[in-house]
């Protein structure tokens, strides 16, 4: 059993930078990947991005340049740094896991971002 713990989400003004948190219930270099979603009011759960075990990362186009993906293994967390935020980065942030046979979903966060 796995489980994540997604926090940090906030009201947040345009042009701002804000950081989520995915906390692990394990090591998260012993993850294939972790992914990071989002859900806006009425659209369909998207990705945003990813990072191996190895460290790599991964973006969608339409954050690229302003989403860094970093992971602590100190603290089985991994981040999602976002900056230069606009109205279309609001929704609920979730972090992913698929660890087989099974996928592993945090609860979300949520981001707001309005003036």
């Known amino acids: 059993q796995v489980q994540l713990v997604e926090s940090g989400g906030e009201l947040v003004q345009p042009g701002g930078s804000l950081t989520l948190s995915c906390e692990a219930s394990?090591?998260?270099?012993?993850?294939?990947?972790v992914g990071w979603y989002r859900q806006a009011p009425g659209k369909q759960r998207e990705f945003v991005g990813r990072?191996?075990?190895?460290?790599?990362?991964h973006y969608v186009d339409s954050v690229k340049g302003r989403v860094t993906i970093s992971g602590d293994t100190a603290k089985n967390t991994v981040y999602l740094q976002m900056n230069s935020l606009n109205p279309d980065d609001t929704g609920v942030y979730y972090c992913?896991?698929?660890?087989?046979?099974?996928?592993?979903w945090g609860q979300g966060t949520q981001v707001t971002v309005s003036s």
């Open positions: 394990r090591q998260i270099f012993t993850f294939n990947v």
């Open positions: 990072i191996t075990g190895s460290g790599r990362t």
């Open positions: 992913y896991a698929p660890v087989w046979p099974r996928e592993y």
